[in-house]
């Protein structure tokens, strides 16, 4: 075999190669977006709007968490069996926990997930703590339920968060419950 | 052979059940070590001792003084008492295969027994469960975090002492490393962690912002009362607070020092280490 051939046959390797790495990268990338979009992660992440035939979430901020500039009076005090208020954005509720606001899962690196590693990603999601070390995760978040994701599919979905475009938004931090609401 | 089967089946149930059930707490061996570090986690007050037993004819790989390596079999204690009356001891265990076990015991009222707490923890007596085990434990670099070179032998300024034994085993590079806040020290090279520990906290924007900040540092040179560090310190809110979790008490003498710290040491910008 000559010189030229033998770089030929190690191209086309290489090429192959790369080819199925990608498309191994590209796989878990749509699972990741079928996990995402199939297991109501826009339900709460995507801020609602109202439209013509009532709310739904508004894809132009598709996962970015609590909208920062949408201010909010206190939530109303719960009263009998009604313990939880959401706001019409979907991305705040109010509960026997306090007030959760929604994250922004987006890859923004200041205010959404850019500088999470998978760990800090699969720590999360495992152990309902921040960073899996932090302050708890509250609800109405799933974790009782997310927590049974296997590996392959945190790291779908991980994946797939990481690929969406990064949107610049702070979300504040949960309230405490208040001394006067049902949580006491 | 046969026989032999059988009463491995069966010791291995018992074993099982053990960890299961009301197991009572393992005493520390005649020969582990009791030790203490020098600069403590705060935990509401609670006194406490701690012991270190390694395997006979084991020992524990130092090569990395930032990072030994215990051997297989190694097993650590740490009681907690009020009053003199032992409320709950806590152990951890490195396995054949390496891992690690957490297990936390809970005395009875006149801490003449304790036995094993479930798996969730009991919330109630502030037991934590074994997942809150692994969220302070697994994010250092070896998980018996008062059993090191720092803890025993390096001498720290007492704030950095003290961020290091209650913050440095999530603040650290390894283990978050999105925040880029470092509390951990460094045996090998104390001046270079403290250097590092300064630039990620003097002057730097804080994650983390009060309702109705638009702004907030982590440290604010010469200003306490503006710096989250501190009011997170001080924070009786759950999710505010920290340490996050295993404290319910403020350390008021824990947030007396890194106040002085603050306000006496740290007068300017990633000033050097005093």
New interface residues.
């Given amino acids: 075999m000559t010189l030229s051939r033998k770089a030929t046959v190690i191209l086309i390797f290489t090429v192959a190669l790369l080819s199925t790495a990608l498309a191994h990268a590209q796989d878990k990338v749509t699972r990741g977006q079928y996990l995402v979009t199939t297991s109501g992660c826009h339900d709460c992440h995507t801020p609602w709007v109202m439209g013509p035939k009532g709310p739904h979430p508004d894809m132009t901020r598709a996962l970015s968490g609590h909208p920062a500039d949408f201010a909010l009076p206190p939530a109303p005090q719960a009263s009998g069996p009604w313990i939880v208020s959401a706001s019409a954005t979907n991305t705040a509720w109010s509960g026997p926990w306090g007030v959760s606001f929604t994250a922004n899962l987006t890859p923004d690196p200041e205010t959404g997930l850019g500088k999470w590693t998978l760990k800090n990603f699969k720590d999360t999601i495992r152990t309902g703590r921040h960073m899996g070390r932090g302050r708890e995760i509250l609800p109405p978040m799933p974790i009782p339920m997310y927590k049974n994701f296997n590996d392959a599919d945190l790291e779908a979905i991980f994946a797939y968060l990481q690929s969406v475009p990064p949107l610049r938004n702070r979300v504040p931090e949960p309230l405490p419950p208040s001394s006067t609401s049902a949580a006491k | 052979m046969r026989a032999m089967f059988a009463r491995i089946v069966l010791l291995s149930l018992a074993a099982s059940i053990a960890i299961a059930g009301d197991a009572p707490l393992p005493q520390p061996p005649a020969d582990a070590v009791a030790f203490t570090p020098r600069y403590p986690l705060w935990t509401d007050g609670m006194s406490k001792r701690r012991w270190l037993h390694v395997p006979k004819g084991a020992s524990i790989d130092k090569s990395d003084p930032d990072a030994w390596e215990f051997p297989r079999g190694t097993r650590a204690w740490k009681e907690f008492s009020r009053d003199g009356v032992p409320v709950e001891t806590r152990t951890i265990e490195r396995l054949a295969d390496g891992s690690w076990r957490y297990l936390t015991y809970a005395w009875n009222a006149s801490g003449t027994a304790a036995t094993l707490a479930p798996e969730d923890g009991i919330p109630e007596r502030g037991i934590p469960s074994r ?1 809150d085990c ?3 434990h697994e ?1 250092a670099p070896a998980p018996i975090l008062g059993y090191s070179a720092v803890q025993l032998t390096t001498s720290l300024a007492p704030a950095l002492g003290y961020l290091h034994g209650n913050c440095g085993h ?1 603040h650290n590079d390894a ?6 806040l470092t509390l951990q020290q460094r045996s090998t090279d104390p001046k270079a962690s403290a250097a590092r520990t300064y630039a990620s906290l003097v002057g730097r924007a804080s994650r ?4 109705g900040a638009a702004d907030a540092q982590r440290l604010v040179a010469g200003h306490p009362e503006h710096s989250v560090l501190v009011s997170r310190m001080k924070s009786r ?4 607070r920290m340490p ?2 295993g404290v319910s008490v403020v350390d008021a003498e824990g947030v007396a020092l890194i106040s002085r710290w603050i306000e006496q040491q740290i007068q300017q910008p990633q000033e050097e280490a005093p």
């Fill in positions: 997942a692994l969220a302070c994010g999530c283990a978050l490393p999105a925040l880029d983390f912002r009060p309702h809110d759950p999710l505010t996050p979790l």
